[in-house]
């Protein structure tokens, strides 16, 4: 049995809001490409690991933050606990349905910011009436102007990226999943969407954050989660496994794999994570 089944449920205070087991997930992927390459390297799909067994808990008020390297596994774990991709194997329970920032599968580029905060938040569940009054507080908080009337598609990256977190912050989910979202806003809409998950966490909400910037999860979270290679390695206070995720990603930028090498084994040492696989 492992940690995670013998220990997490002791602690109640506070709640647990969403919690993981041993999740393992593996991509399969039909090669493709010429028949003549198809010939050659086979035309069994291939797979690999992408999660080899994490265990985690959140509890309410906490902002969690998920730095890895790329390809680490950070999406793919969103998308897991979110339930939006099944893991190949291990448990997932949440006491609500997360919302991960990607309420785009509803939204429609031909239609305007207006029209599609009216779909978004119908799409997120909220009655017609509370869509109504939901409109403003999303139109203040996204800023995007007259631009708010205009078709989505024109719309650049980061605006869009803000019109979402608008709309996904608006339903005040018990549990928020953000991907790499907020990079792409500027300064001041940085500092209004750490308003607005501040008021989230602070009515007993959970947050998870996924950003390449060691910098943002140090800003923005209260813990931070290190995925390397699809293994959770560290996890502790927000600040400090910021710091050595910095320190390595720099290491490997350099060249310096002995020196990422111990900073990845010094992490897992000081930030043990809560739990041991099976
Ligand atoms: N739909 C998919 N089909 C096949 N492989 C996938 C799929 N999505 C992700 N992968 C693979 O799974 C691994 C983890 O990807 P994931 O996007 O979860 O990593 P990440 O840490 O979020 O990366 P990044 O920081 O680059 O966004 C990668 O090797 C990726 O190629």
């Not at 602690?11 to 993981?20: E, G, H, L, N, R």
């Not at 580029?109 to 009216?118: A, D, H, K, V």
């Not at 009337?149 to 024109?154: A, H, I, N, V």
């Not at 111990?262 to 930030?271: G, I, N, Q, R």
Request: net charge neutral.
């Amino acid at each position: 049995m492992s940690d995670f089944q013998t220990g997490w449920h002791l602690s109640s205070d506070p709640k647990v809001t969403i919690a993981a087991d041993n999740v393992r997930l593996r991509y399969r992927v039909q090669r493709s490409g010429p028949r003549s390459f198809r010939s050659i390297l086979g035309k069994r799909p291939v797979s690999g690991p992408v999660l080899r067994g994490v265990s985690l808990a959140a509890r309410e008020g906490e902002m969690v933050g998920l730095v890895g390297l790329n390809g680490s596994g950070k999406s793919s774990l969103l998308r897991v606990l979110a339930g939006l991709q099944p893991a190949t194997s291990g448990t997932v329970v949440a006491s609500a349905q997360p919302q991960l920032l990607g309420v785009s599968a509803a939204l429609v580029p031909e239609l305007s910011g207006l029209e599609n905060i009216w779909l978004g938040t119908l799409a997120m569940g909220m009655t017609p009436d509370e869509a109504y009054f939901a409109r403003e507080r999303i139109e203040l908080l996204a800023d995007l102007g007259e631009a708010i009337k205009q078709p989505m598609s024109t719309y650049s990256s980061g605006m869009a990226a803000r019109l979402r977190f608008a709309i996904s912050v608006a339903a005040d989910p018990e549990i928020l999943m953000i991907d790499e979202a907020l990079s792409t806003g500027d300064a001041s809409f940085t500092e209004r969407a750490k308003e607005a998950m501040h008021g989230l966490i602070a009515r007993a909400g959970t947050v998870f954050l996924v950003s390449h910037a060691a910098q943002t999860i140090e800003d923005m979270c209260t813990r931070a989660l290190w995925l390397d290679a699809g293994t959770l390695i560290a996890d502790g206070p927000a600040g400090e496994v910021a710091n050595m995720y910095r320190y390595y990603a720099h290491s490997i930028a350099l060249g310096k794999d002995r020196a990422a090498k111990k900073a990845l084994v010094s992490a897992t040492e000081s930030h043990p994570p809560l739990f041991s696989g099976t």
